[in-house]
């Protein structure tokens, strides 16, 4: 990479973009909310039932001007929702601050594996057994959204949310491939542990991006 393309990317001016979309927030807190999402290319993660793999290979997504990003976001939404990939493996101040400019509210969905950067509205955490999220999320995070493949996730589930700040909701997600076998057992658990909600997929349900 040439030292200038470098420079922007470090200094978050330009991003590798992947798709940019304006749809409904299908998951979590903000289920239901009108929504442009920003999604970067780029993860080392490695979530084997990941559903966007697409995604992680940053150099098959464009060098993106964000100045351009933001300017197609502002025209038609009032959230941003920016995910990726990976997007804290990024420098989001730049993005964020210039969306919260255009008076936008900025969220973003994050496994936490990176330290925090740009300034967030609202914080997904969706934690990785593969790479667990750094103290900053822990302690920043608005939400705790823990994927649900098997028995064990639970026993992670509870781990993560010892973890995490005291305010953070705790939410558990089915993986969408599973969903017939753990969404009984995703029910059983949180009428036993309330402290937990379900969160859906919604816009898999309802076949929008
Ligand atoms: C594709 S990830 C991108 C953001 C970030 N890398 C992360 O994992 O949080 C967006 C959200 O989708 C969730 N997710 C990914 N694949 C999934 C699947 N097969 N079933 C359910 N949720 C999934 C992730 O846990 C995360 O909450
Ligand atoms: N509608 C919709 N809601 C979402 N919530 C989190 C998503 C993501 O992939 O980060 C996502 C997505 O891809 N589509
Ligand atoms: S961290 Fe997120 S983008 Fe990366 S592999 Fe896991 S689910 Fe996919
Ligand atoms: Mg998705």
Redo the contacts with the bound molecule.
């Keep these: 990479m040439e030292a200038e393309t470098k420079k922007a990317l470090d200094a978050g001016i330009n991003l590798p973009l992947m798709e940019e979309f304006y749809t409904i927030q299908g998951?979590g807190y903000y289920s239901g909310h009108a929504a442009y999402f920003i999604r970067l290319g780029g993860?080392d993660?490695g979530?084997h039932?990941?559903?966007?793999k697409e995604?992680w290979n940053a150099t098959l997504h464009p060098l993106t001007k964000v100045e351009d990003i933001i300017e197609r976001a502002s025209k038609i939404a009032k959230l941003a929702v920016i995910?990726?990939?990976?997007?804290l493996m990024y420098n989001l101040d730049y993005l964020t601050a210039e969306l919260k400019r255009k008076g936008m509210q900025t969220n973003i969905?994050?496994?936490g594996a990176y330290e925090l950067s740009g300034d967030f509205d609202w914080i997904?955490?969706?934690p990785?057994k593969a790479k667990l999220p750094v103290q900053s999320v822990y302690d920043a995070a608005n939400e705790l959204?823990v994927?649900i493949y098997n028995k064990h996730d639970f026993i992670f589930a509870e781990e993560q949310a010892a973890k995490v700040n005291k305010n953070a909701l705790l939410l558990l997600?089915?993986?969408?491939?599973k969903r017939t076998e753990m969404m009984p057992l995703i029910i059983e658990y949180v009428k036993q542990n309330p402290k937990w909600k379900i969160s859906l997929?919604t816009h898999k349900f309802l076949d929008i991006p």
């Design positions: 998951e993860c993660v979530c039932w990941c559903d966007v995604s995910t990726g990939g990976e997007p969905e994050t496994s997904c955490l969706s990785k959204k994927i997600q089915t993986e969408w491939g997929q």
